[in-house]
């Protein structure tokens, strides 16, 4: 046995796990798949990835006084990041993880894939040749927060299936950061680990559509990637570090050919994995997509095109001319980071209306409530501010007296009821303050590219929302809560999961990769990072 190592008991599974000695425990939970919340990465400031140290628990750490209260401290509770293994440990999860959330090594641990498409001294990865003529082929989006897969018959163009799911690399952090920063910490470990959560994720993906559409996965022969450069990085095994800081510098722009197996998809082995080209570090293959799909770089009039996701993308068609920046709107709107959040699932609160004192929610599947998805937060707070239950700074706030009996806790885990079934679906203080984080960087974004172009609102013609959450939003909710600036709602067109749509496209059209590669050398891009204008903006536009 080796003596670098100890054990780690968990409760109430009993699963043992090994762990090196000085390791986090949060590490020793994510190398073996165990579902813990960690948005922030490992940084101590989520206080998500909570533990019970059953028997001696070390000291609190600041992070732990900061996220835990004083009855859990002495009870034993910690942060999982914020502690080291020293010795043989036994602790218990949060009672939302239990030992049937547990993946089997073999299904879902690819440590083991050896991807051929690696940065070997800088090099951008390589090309291959093609397998032949594909039957079925797949278009994938490998977002932050969500992957989502179609599965198309290329012979007929007939699509066959659509499957999404959580990206498992969340579990590393929320954001693009957070993952580039366990690459940092964790050196090649942390790259394989990062590579294998998404492939992991991905044939589960592919498994749920082939037996959907009753198709062998050996016959899906051709694959279309988007995704941000970040996302795009990890899933070819490519060090995604200098990202992270200035001058923002990607591995590789330019679009990735290889074949499944060097990335470790379960199809046809020598099936073509192709991803499309991006624009900078942080306007990615998938902004790429959503331009050919709506063909935004063949439009004349003055049109906003916005990716909302963890990124929020802004494009801006102008004079025959593609300008973009790409803002950090953070996880809320693809339901992350939100106390009761999901992604746009059966279960999911997709609409909010509020009629004479009465709380009305559409829930996609119309199923029993379980939660609120991106359009759900939205609606929910635009609705909340019209009735005056939350004020112009964010704050909820009792002023409404017909609603004031579905308020209760304080500070920020002051609540507001938006269901009556058991249990409730609320809408905390913090999902508002995450609401005016994302929506004031979108809002920021928008603003500082139409003063680079010199464009007042009334004269931008069109505003195309893409995203995989936006097909249930509501025009007016975006202007009301400042997401869009006071533009007519007939001019904003709901354009839904965009990235997807173009990866499609060139999917069934290979041709077209000429052209995606046109568009994305004629992008111009904005960096907002030190943009005085952006910060200024931000600042003045989280109110509601």
Not at 123 to 148: F, H, M, R
Not at 458 to 484: K, N
């Amino acid at each position: 046995m080796d003596t670098d190592t100890v054990e780690l008991i968990l409760l109430p599974s009993r699963h043992r796990l090994r762990g090196a000695i000085g390791e986090t425990i949060l590490h020793t939970l994510q190398r073996r798949n165990v579902p813990i919340g960690a948005s922030c990465g490992g940084a101590g400031t989520c206080g998500e990835c909570r533990v019970r140290f059953v028997g001696d628990a070390p000291p609190p750490t600041t992070s732990d006084r900061t996220h835990i209260d004083r009855k859990d401290i002495a009870a034993g509770w910690r942060l999982a990041c914020g502690h080291t293994l020293t010795g043989t440990a036994t602790i218990e999860l949060r009672s939302d993880v239990g030992s049937s959330d547990f993946p089997s090594a073999g299904t879902s641990n690819v440590e083991n894939t050896s991807p051929a498409v690696v940065n070997v001294g800088g090099d951008a990865p390589k090309t291959v040749s093609s397998a032949g003529s594909p039957e079925y082929g797949l278009a994938i989006d490998v977002g932050t927060t969500t992957l989502d897969a179609c599965l198309l018959d290329v012979a007929t163009r007939r699509t066959l299936g659509r499957a999404t799911s959580r990206n498992p690399q969340s579990r590393f952090g929320a954001d693009v950061i957070s993952r580039i920063a366990h690459v940092r910490r964790h050196g090649e470990a942390g790259l394989r680990e990062l590579h294998g959560a998404v492939i992991a994720g991905l044939n589960l993906l592919v498994d749920r559509l082939s037996r959907l559409a009753f198709v062998q996965p050996s016959s899906i022969r051709a694959v279309t990637v988007v995704g941000n450069p970040t996302m795009i990085h990890l899933l070819m095994a490519v060090d995604p570090t200098g990202m992270d800081v200035s001058p923002y510098t990607p591995k590789f722009l330019e679009s990735v050919r290889c074949r499944a197996s060097d990335v470790g998809l379960s199809i046809h082995p020598l099936a073509i994995v192709e991803t499309l080209p991006a624009v900078s570090a942080y306007v990615g293959a998938d902004i790429v997509a959503g331009i050919l799909a709506t063909a935004l770089h063949e439009t004349c009039a003055p049109t906003l095109f916005l990716d909302v996701g963890t990124n929020g993308e802004v494009v801006l068609a102008h004079g025959g001319r593609l300008i973009a920046c790409s803002t950090a709107a953070g996880p809320a709107f693809e339901g992350a980071s939100i106390v009761q959040g999901l992604a746009a699932q059966p279960g999911a609160i997709e609409s909010v209306r509020i009629t004479g004192g009465k709380v009305a929610c559409g829930v996609i599947g119309d199923e029993v409530p379980k939660g609120l998805c991106g359009s759900g937060l939205i609606a929910a707070v635009a609705e909340l501010r019209t009735a005056g239950i939350i004020d112009p700074s964010g704050r909820l706030t009792a002023s409404n007296t017909c609603l004031a009996d579905r308020l209760d806790g304080d500070g920020k885990n002051r609540r507001f009821r938006l269901t009556d079934e058991q249990p409730p679906v609320y809408l905390y203080q913090n999902d508002i303050r995450e609401f005016q984080l994302g929506k004031a960087a979108i809002r920021a974004g928008i603003e500082v590219l139409s003063k680079h172009e010199q464009l007042s609102t009334q004269d931008i013609s069109r505003v195309l929302l893409g995203g995989a959450f936006s097909s249930a939003l509501s025009s007016e909710h975006l202007v009301s809560t400042g997401l869009l600036p006071g533009i007519t709602p007939t001019r904003i067109h709901i354009v839904g999961g965009s990235a997807g749509q173009g990866a499609q496209r060139v999917l069934l059209n290979r041709s077209l990769m000429q052209e995606v590669e046109r568009i994305a050398r004629g992008v111009e891009y904005i960096e907002l990072s030190g943009d005085r204008r952006f910060s200024d903006l931000f600042l003045g536009l989280m109110g509601l």
